[in-house]
């Protein structure tokens, strides 16, 4: 065995982060009567990475994007609608599905059966992860989640991957893999801490020169090669 600890990130690691936000996103529309086309999603969905990049660079905190999307997003479609609310029914809608992507289910059943301990690092929402969590596939297989909230902290940051350290002292440079999609957060962070790491690109794209890349896969199979 290579690495016993793993480190998954989760949003467009092990979920479909894009079905489970879209579904949300249409079932809050529907309950306050926005429009619910294709322009409109493409809208929200602009404004909401626009602000979770500038959260990523540490330049705002993870409350203020939450509300600040709907304040911009209900502004320029001249709605009335209550941002908090509708963030408050997008997040419940969101914590209800966790869609897992094509192999990571059965990669990571086969993992844990070879005994290796997965464990989720993210940045998002609490609740909303903790609650996507409990009711997947995956919770019987994840021995715990990191979660920016309640570290105090957020990837990239070497304090975030410190906090996961105080919790799993085991854990060593030898025996820990980090496992994402997010060249920004998942591979700086794991570049940052000094642990190694496996990016996962399903799309080819070119790799960077400014990070340490110990491992490419184009999907989560490519994992059992590895550890």
């Not at 203020?64 to 209550?82: H, M, N, P, W």
């Not at 990571?108 to 998002?124: D, F, P």
């Amino acid at each position: 065995m290579n690495y016993l600890y793993l480190l998954f990130d989760a949003d467009d690691t092990l979920f479909d982060f894009p079905r489970a936000s879209a579904r949300a996103f249409h079932i809050m529309c529907r309950k306050h009567g926005i429009p619910d086309t294709p322009e409109v999603y493409a809208l929200y969905h602009n404004i909401n990475l626009e602000l979770w990049a500038a959260f990523d660079r540490g330049e705002v905190s993870k409350d203020f994007v939450t509300l600040e999307r709907y304040i911009r997003f209900l502004k320029a479609l001249d709605l009335k609608s209550d941002p908090a609310a509708c963030n408050r029914d997008y997040l419940e809608a969101l914590g209800e599905r966790a869609y897992p992507l094509p192999y990571a289910l059965e990669t990571c059943k086969t993992l844990h059966e070879r005994g290796h301990q997965l464990y989720i690092i993210t940045n998002a929402v609490a609740s909303v992860q903790r609650k996507r969590l409990e009711s997947s596939p995956f919770a019987p297989l994840i021995s715990g989640a990191f979660i920016s909230e309640e570290a105090g902290a957020s990837k990239p940051s070497r304090a975030y991957f410190d906090y996961v350290r105080s919790q799993l002292p085991g854990i060593t440079p030898e025996n820990t893999l980090v496992i994402g999609d997010s060249l920004a957060t998942d591979m700086r962070g794991a570049n940052n801490a000094g642990l190694p790491c496996c990016w996962v690109n399903p799309s080819g794209l070119p790799r960077p020169t400014d990070l340490r890349l110990n491992y490419e896969i184009q999907d989560l199979r490519g994992l059992l090669s590895i550890v």
